[in-house]
């Protein structure tokens, strides 16, 4: 049944296609001017507090200093977490024609340099109070043995009078630099690497912008709301839902470094008082378990994507905080949202509907009866890939494919079945290894799971499903799977209990290390792991 929000909201703006064609620094100027320059508008948990009047200055201030070691047109890499200096940096890079590279700190060093070849980034701005944090230094050493590593620290300290007073010379002036034209590249990020090597995704600014209006077309946005993200912005959902949405539309937000600080990130959400949260399942459930009464109850609805949401979550948020999550969709490629619940019409196991201006098809499925394959069309939809030879090769003719098998209602509202890389061909039958996941975390929701899909020379592939539940037992799961009435196929034919499930920065399951570390438990000839 849909979850109402307790207060009615106001309708959402209509979506006009002629504003999506603006560069990031012409949206931000036209924000400024629609709510006032002296508007507090960016936080951070140093509580450092800017204006727009401020970012805009101190971007133009940091944007001079850093063409004066890069070229225009530029691809940067930005080695940074989620603070007011990140969105500083993001948009100096924006005054001065530079290209921001996004680069996801905890994909290691191999990854990272595998990126910067793609993208050719040959300087990354960066902290060195961070690298010190992250303990990132191995990393950075690796980086630097082929690019310049440029510490942010270094630049504004040789800042001087000269330096500053140009900067807010330019500031006065801005509009004269936000010309970009909107279909030129305004950032560049990388995928997860969820199932492969890293490609590099050209995002332009009618792109960003143009997920910006679809969003506010979609869901009446408040003013007076304070978003907080602890979504890192190597991360798509943590760029647009976390940055560009809240400065593009006037609503302040506040940006925490790390999704995985369990314990702080209740209590911030009190001291602020937020009242729209984005993250995955996995943290939200985190949250939800640390914190003391009262603490997320300053929420009006938490925003989940990148993973499915469970019902144990949404349980817990509710009974302990009156707080409703809404559940979207997207990919990076898609800028990122393509459909998304409305607190108002939400439809708890779906994803929502699809978003203004968004055209799609679902192509036919060999083995799978419900839905196709999805593929988008839309302003939103990236310019393109990097290619090995540099130049961007675009997706035909306009189509994403996404890869995700999906079904949509007649009232446009759409359910994820899975990957179509997620999906295990078992006696001529497609599973979905989503639905094997799902079936474990009803029975074992205090715990992380992971199905895999292994070769079986006499029904084709087997599922496996690794676990971090110390008791788990294949049993509990057959007998569980009789009552709730599961298809036979979708039992695993094994559960293996690990340590730990690994994650990838943004939350979403690693898939390509989970299953690297079920080679490895294969592999080891001393090594057996519990199996039930």
Known sequence: MPEPMEEPQQAPQAFDVSRTRRSLIQALLDARATVGGPKPILEDHDRRVLTYDQLILAATVLGRKLASFTKEGENVGVFLPNSVGTVVTFFALQFTARVPAMLNFTAGAHNLSQACDVADVQTILTSRKFVEAGKFEDTIAHLGEKRRV???????????????????????????????????????????????????????????????????????????WVFFSPLPVFHSFGLTGGVLLPLLTGIRTFQYPSPLHHKQIPELIKETGANVLLATDTFVSQYARAAADGELSSLKFVVCGAERVRDETRRIMMDRFGVSIVEGYGATELSPVVCVNDPNRNRPGTVGQFLPGIHFKLETVPGIDEGGRLLIRGPNVMTGYIGDDGKIDPPEGGWHDTGDVVTVDDQRFVTIAGRLKRFAKIAGEMVSLNAVEAHAAKLWPDHAHAALAIGDERRGEQIILLTDHKAADRQDLIAFAKASGWPELQLPRRVIVVDHIPVLGSGKTDYVSTEKLLKQMQGASNAVPATR
């Open 150 to 224: 440029v510490y942010l620290e270094d630049v504004r300290a040789s800042l001087n009078l000269w330096d500053k007073l140009t900067g807010a010379l330019r500031a006065r002036f801005a509009p004269l630099q936000a010309l970009a034209h909107p279909d030129s590249t305004a950032a560049i990020l990388f995928t997860s690497g969820a199932e492969g090597a890293p490609k590099a995704v050209t995002l332009s600014h009618a792109n960003l912008v143009a997920n910006v209006e679809q969003i506010r077309s979609h869901i009446a946005l408040d003013k007076n």
